[in-house]
């Protein structure tokens, strides 16, 4: 724990040395959040309380996915990366280290979202709601991580930058972040429990208000877990082959 630890704190000194990309993961939230939010659904509380959830995934979205699959694709190209990895230490502690550094970004990228559902809509949760809800992205920021991590081992950087940009819409819009519970478009509807974005709206919208989140989404938000770590962990190896024979 201590080495995973000091990776962190090297991910996320490295981020701060650059503040566009910390800000960069949360204004998108932020800004859907000031332009679509508030100003159709911040007087209605149950309205406002379930965009403020969807807006929050969106957020957790955005710092994962770009943190990590344009990150790792950048790092891969950098010197230090093929040096750390003959240390002695293995790739544990630097891939635990990652994690926690972009969980770090996530809770902070979401900080614009709840300031702004807190001051200028009428969204209100209790504090056991409150609790829910932080212990639900540390939840369904996996899904994210692994595809950022996916993403990031298997393409060089400037791909990266173009693949995440264009997964990172489409997932928003087919898992219905972009509507509340009950008025997205039918096509919509139809596609989004397939989808790990509606699982992960789905156990925000049940952490912070009384809703019951679809099996299916549930059952396909796990499948999506295991795919994407078979996948990323498949990448990881390859690249490491390439760079060690």
Sequence with gaps: MPLALVHARYQLLETVRIPIAIFGSAFFPAATMLFFVVPFAGDDRTGATYATAAMVTFAVMSANIFQYGIGVAEDRDQPWNPYTRTLPAGPGPRFAGRILAGLALTYFSMLPVVVIAAVATAAQVTVTQFLLAIGAVAVTSVPFTLL???????????????VAQLIFFPLAFGGGLLFGPDNAPGFVNAIAPYLPTRGAVELMWAAVTDWRPNPVSMVMLAVWIVVLAAIAGWAYRRDEGRRFS
């Design 148 to 162: 950022g991590l996916a993403i990031g081992y298997s393409l060089p950087s400037k791909a990266a930058i173009v």
